[in-house]
């Protein structure tokens, strides 16, 4: 729990999530330091480190975990036990959110895409176990009012990313060099917690992942495209399968630096016409409290 990454950045938004709800949180991990570690002071979370640190409890109403490797131990070692456990699983691909061997005793399987889901099916996980819960935005982010005006051509981009690809560096010079102004937020560059009030500034996004949904509740134009390539801006013709590979590029070819510098300008009028449709997706899909009231609807069922 240091870096502004993903798992870490939605362990905070859900932590701040059931403390609303009036909670008392605990998050357990093997590592804490900043900068994440002043978000969670911040905001009142007490945060454990393990093995070295206990946990204040044996046994708790819920235990939401991320990662096998620390909920093992929890389990295993520290004899912890809670009412409910769901395994979320944010990845298809990095090895600490592979589903633990006893996943299908828990209360429930959690993935973020259905690539994702597909995974976990493939390591043996039950399909009646596993429900969707996306990337989310938080309701009060969603723009309630006509999204702000923005200019026939993006003059202020940000790129967002913690694993820049070379080709965006290359693009960004390309973008610079026609007076335009380019951003980089991340972990080699500069390194904040994204927020809407950020985001505003901009009236182009470059990013995949977990911000690809901010973007699209403020209606706010994205090129869709990192380390891994990607769509470009999103449409009719590739949302679909941009959703199914959780917004992260892959399933797409890599871009030369000139077409994605041609494409952002030469498609951004296309893009602001596609905002709305954008928006209705993430009403549909991408809501936190619209999908926690699912998740605790499926764990009532169980009792």
């Known amino acids: 729990m240091k870096n502004y990454a993903g798992s870490e950045i939605n362990c905070l938004s ?14 357990a991990t093997l590592e804490y330091g900043m900068p994440m ?62 589903p633990p061997i006893y996943t299908n005793s828990c209360s429930l399987c959690l993935a973020n895409s259905e690539e994702t889901k597909e995974k976990l099916l493939s390591e043996g996980i039950l399909p009646e176990n596993i429900i969707l819960f996306p990337n989310y935005v938080e309701k009060d ?14 003059q202020n981009i940000v790129i967002i990313s913690n694993h820049i690809a070379p080709e965006l ?8 060099k026609q007076n335009l102004k380019v951003d980089i937020y991340g972990e080699q560059y500069e390194s904040v917690l994204i927020s809407p009030k950020l985001l505003q500034k901009y009236d182009l996004i ?35 399968k941009a959703s199914f590979h959780n917004f992260s590029g892959r ?13 952002i300008l030469s498609g951004y009028s296309s893009c602001l016409e596609f905002q709305t449709k954008l928006l209705t997706y993430i009403k549909k899909n991408c809501i936190l409290e619209k999908n926690m009231k699912k998740v605790f609807q499926f764990i009532k069922k169980q009792k």
């Open 141 to 154: 982010s969603l723009t309630n009012s006509m999204p702000k005006k923005f200019p026939s051509s993006p």
């Open 37 to 98: 570690r002043g978000d969670f002071e911040k905001a009142g979370i007490y945060v454990k480190v393990i093995p070295e640190q206990k946990l204040s409890r044996t046994k708790y109403d819920l235990i939401w975990a991320h990662h096998s490797i620390v909920i093992d131990w929890l389990i295993f070692s520290e004899n912890i036990s809670a009412d409910q456990i769901i395994i979320s699983s944010l990845s298809a691909f990095e090895p600490y959110e592979a």
């Open 14 to 27: 859900l932590a701040k999530f059931f403390q609303k709800q009036g909670a008392s949180v605990e998050v």
């Open 169 to 176: 560096l290359e693009a960004k010079l390309s973008l610079e």
């Open 251 to 263: 399933g797409f070819p890599k871009k030369t630096s000139g077409i994605i510098v041609k494409e």
């Open 206 to 240: 470059i990013s995949i992942g977990k911000t690809v949904q901010y973007a699209m509740a403020l209606q706010i134009p994205l090129y869709c495209y990192d380390i891994y390539g990607g769509p470009g801006y999103l449409d009719q013709d590739n949302m679909a």
